[in-house]
Nanobody, 119 residues
Framework: QVRLVESGGGLAQAGGSLRLSCVAS????????MGWFRQAPGKEREFVAC????????KYADSVRGRFTISGDTAQDMVNLQMNSLGPEDTAVYYC????????????WGQGTQVTVSS
């Protein structure tokens, strides 16, 4: 059974930072691209970032490029998302996902973790 479990969400002030983590189980981590999506209230779920198998290639949404950094830890079957220079527009539920690069249609999803940024 595949499980993706997110952690690290919470409340931050504008300009602050948060770090999200996602631990994968039931999958061979090195066979998948891992990434993050987010869904703000009243909006569709959108792609945030992904990292290819073994971390060779990273892809970011334009809205987060230069502020967010994705990294994979194959030893712990974990993918992290370091979020800096946060703004209220980053408030959303963040979902971990796994599938094929560039993660247009993920095979697996986590339950999500809330990120709230106050102005």
């Amino acid at each position: 059974q595949v499980r993706l479990v997110e952690s690290g969400g919470g409340l931050a002030q504008a300009g602050g930072s948060l770090r999200l983590s996602c631990v994968a189980s039931g999958v061979t981590f090195n066979n998948y691209t891992m990434g993050w999506f987010r869904q703000a209230p009243g909006k569709e779920r959108e792609f945030v970032a992904c990292v290819s198998v073994r971390g060779y290639v990273q892809k970011y949404a334009d809205s987060v490029r230069g502020r967010f950094t994705i990294s994979g830890d194959t030893a712990q079957d974990m993918v992290n998302l370091q979020m800096n220079s946060l703004g209220p527009e980053d408030t959303a539920v963040y979902y971990c996902a796994a599938g094929e690069f560039p993660l247009r249609d993920p095979n697996y999803w986590g339950q999500g973790t809330q990120v709230t940024v106050s102005s």
